[in-house]
Nanobody
Framework: QVQLVESGGGSVQAGGSLRLSCAASGYTPYCMAWFRQAPGKEREWVAT??????GYADSVKGRFTISKDNAKNSLYLQMNSLKPEDTAMYYCASRRTTYCAGTYDGLFGYWGQGTQVTVSS
């Protein structure tokens, strides 16, 4: 049974940092991603990582860093210089491919339950 479990969310002031983690079990994913969804908004892609490298949405580029520890079967998102507009539920996702080949959320078959990030001004 494939399972993704996020942790590390919380409340922080603008300019602060948080590190999200996602523990995968049931298989070893090569393509993994972070998405987020703010209240009243559609879910949006944040970052992906696969065997070719990583990619970021323009809104987080230079502030967020995605990384993966294959030995621990875990995904991370280091978030620095947080802004109030980063407030959202953050979701870990994966797909059974070597390369993500896209950022559309429908490509990803496995999802975690989400972890809340709240940034106050």
């Amino acid at each position: 049974q494939v399972q993704l479990v996020e942790s590390g969310g919380g409340s922080v002031q603008a300019g602060g940092s948080l590190r999200l983690s996602c523990a995968a079990s049931g298989y070893t994913p090569y393509c993994m991603a972070w998405f987020r969804q703010a209240p009243g908004k559609e879910r949006e892609w944040v970052a992906t990582i696969d065997s070719a490298g990583s990619g970021y949405a323009d809104s987080v580029k230079g502030r967020f860093t995605i990384s993966k520890d294959n030995a621990k079967n875990s995904l991370y998102l280091q978030m620095n210089s947080l802004k109030p507009e980063d407030t959202a539920m953050y979701y870990c996702a994966s797909r059974r491919t070597t390369y993500c080949a896209g950022t559309y959320d429908g490509l990803f078959g496995y999802w975690g339950q989400g972890t809340q990030v709240t940034v106050s001004s």
